[in-house]
């Protein structure tokens, strides 16, 4: 990330503060070295004054804040000005210039900071699946995504698409005949399938044969993400996911189609990966929400041994549970994916890491880090608001080209 910031300031400006202010105005302004070297010289304060806003505009937006007092400007060996950040720089560059002309000083800055610097450090269990050169598409998979419903075309996109861009060979986006125009013209990557429908947008139990053999020829299912409440829907995602062979991520309403047949749970096994909110999972185990929050990872471990399947838990620090024991605790926390849809990227990448060979635990780490890290870094950008769910697509690749070179 590259950045550049200008700036301007009257020298009687400063002039005035330091008049009216005296040891106040520069102690919360320069630093000691700073005030050594400018001995009351109001030019060269200035100097330093129009050098430390021209640094401040180039952090606008990226998150990143340094007050003036950390942000220290002195003169380099030659003699040109020289600043230096004061505290966790995360690898930035910094270069400054500092001009005066009939009383006035300007600055201008440039920024440069490394994308690897905006990274956490990643869970153990992160492993980006290799790419090798002499890969074709079907190297890295296929994906089934079972998914959408009328007015939840949304969903299907944002999952399928996700999973293309975390890296699996073919996507094939199964949906009801209703909805399939539109998902046709707007998933131009993913190969968008109609299947029978039981309502005007709802898949019922009628495709269960012809669903199960798409299944059967992929690497991995997504189930869930706006396929609707039909009941013949819901009755539909269970036996696929007590019968299908293949690994399954199943999210949104496939949790709802599970938690409405309390038996099925047990017998899911451990290829398959249950994305549920506090919400989702409270309606799963019977519990409510604010039980869930109080006990977050004890939540997830307790039913992933229960029910034999890998259990995301997302929210602030997303846990990952394995039937076996193991959990995992990611490092973020960010409010900016707090949007409709961006749990529907979630299970894309996940299942785009199982269609290139990830187990299911592993995907699931590594999809929540990946997901997370591509919210945080638009968060940079945008704020705490404002990130919709689509913003994370192109970013996706970009996060894992930083893990994939050891970027942390």
Same mark, same amino acid.
């Given at each position: ?50 050098? @430390?806003? +021209?640094?401040? @505009? ?38 400054? /210039?500092?001009? !005066? ?9 440039? #920024? ?24 074709? &598409? ?8 079972? +998914?959408? *419903?009328?007015?939840?075309?949304? $969903? +299907?996109? #944002? ?12 996507? =094939? ?17 993913? %190969? ?6 039981? $309502?005007?947008?709802?898949?019922? !139990?009628?495709?269960?044969? *012809? ?55 047990? @017998?899911?096994?451990?290829? =398959? ?9 409270? =309606?799963?185990?019977? &519990? ?12 997830? =471990? &307790? ?32 409010? +900016?994916?707090? /949007? ?6 979630? /299970? ?5 890491? %199982? ?15 990946? !997901? ?15 990130? #919709? ?10 996060? %894992? ?8």
């Amino acid at each position: 990330m590259q950045r550049i910031g200008v700036d301007a300031v009257s020298v009687d400006r400063i002039a005035l503060a330091v008049r009216r202010s005296g040891p106040g105005f520069l102690a919360k302004v320069y630093t000691p070295a700073e005030l050594t070297y400018c001995n009351g010289n109001d030019e060269r304060l200035a100097g330093r004054w129009a050098a @430390k806003e +021209a640094v401040i @505009k180039c952090f606008d937006g990226t998150g990143i804040c340094f007050p003036r007092r950390r942000i220290e400007v002195l003169p380099g060996p030659n003699g040109a000005p020289r600043a230096r950040l004061l505290g966790n720089d995360r690898g930035a560059q910094l270069e400054v /210039s500092i001009t !005066h002309h009939s009383r006035l000083a300007v600055a201008t800055a440039h #920024l440069e900071i490394p994308d690897v610097g905006t990274m956490l450090p990643a869970p153990d269990a992160v492993l980006i699946p290799a790419r090798p050169k002499d890969a074709h &598409k079907g190297t890295f998979g296929t994906a089934v995504v079972l +998914a959408g *419903s009328l007015g939840l075309t949304g $969903a +299907a996109y #944002l999952s399928s698409t996700a999973a293309a861009r975390t890296g699996a060979g073919l996507v =094939r986006l199964l949906v009801a005949t209703t909805i399939y125009p539109i998902l046709a013209v707007k998933c131009t990557e993913v %190969m968008a399938t109609p299947v029978p429908e039981v $309502a005007p947008g709802a898949v019922g !139990h009628a495709a269960y044969d *012809s669903i199960l053999r798409q299944l059967e020829s992929a690497e991995v299912g997504i189930i869930g993400p706006g396929l609707g409440r039909d009941s013949s829907t819901w009755r539909l995602v269970v036996d696929l996911a007590l019968h299908a062979h293949s690994p399954l991520v199943i999210d949104a309403d496939g949790l709802n189609a599970l938690a409405d047949s309390p038996r099925s749970k047990g @017998k899911l096994g451990a290829r =398959r990966v249950l994305t549920p909110h506090p919400g989702e999972l409270a =309606r799963l185990t019977g &519990k409510t929400a604010e039980a869930i929050n109080a006990d977050r990872p004890g939540a997830a =471990r &307790k039913a992933a041994r229960e029910w034999g399947a890998v259990v995301v838990l997302k929210g602030a620090r997303t846990i990952v549970a394995h039937p076996d024991g193991r959990i995992s605790e990611d490092p973020h926390e960010v409010p +900016a994916l707090a /949007s409709g849809g961006t749990g529907d990227v979630l /299970s894309g990448i996940i299942g785009g890491l %199982m269609a290139q060979g990830s187990d299911p635990f592993t995907a699931a780490v590594t999809g929540v880090y990946v !997901h997370a890290a591509a919210g945080r870094r638009i968060a940079e950008r945008f704020g705490d608001s404002g990130l #919709l769910a689509g913003d994370l697509l192109p970013e996706i690749p970009l996060v %894992m080209n930083v893990l994939r070179q050891g970027g942390l």
